[in-house]
């Protein structure tokens, strides 16, 4: 039986920082995806309940686009940020 880490605000906000190391935006599909990846229980409603939260808080601007948001994730100290969401989210 697979156990699953669960879900917290802090690894949905690590999770979107690794999602977004290239283009610097992400979806709540991406940030599901990620998280999967890394043995999380994630579904959609909750992390983009979730993302809503941290994007708010972190003082990122998104954009509703009809069938998904697109959340533009900071890219200052996005390397060193980057690398804490890795470690973040392994432990």
Do not use: C, I
């Not at 990122?60 to 390397?79: C, T």
């Amino acid at each position: 039986m697979t156990r699953f880490s669960r879900l917290t605000a802090s690894a949905v906000r690590a999770a979107a920082l690794l999602a977004a190391t290239e283009a610097g935006t992400t979806t709540t599909l991406d940030v599901k995806r990620e998280l999967r990846d890394r043995g999380y229980w994630a579904v959609q409603s909750d992390v983009s309940f979730l993302m809503e939260q941290v994007a708010s808080a972190s003082g990122w601007p998104w954009w509703d686009l009809g069938g998904f948001r697109l959340y533009a994730v900071s890219r200052a100290g996005h390397r060193e940020e980057g690398l804490a969401a890795e470690v973040a989210l392994r432990n």
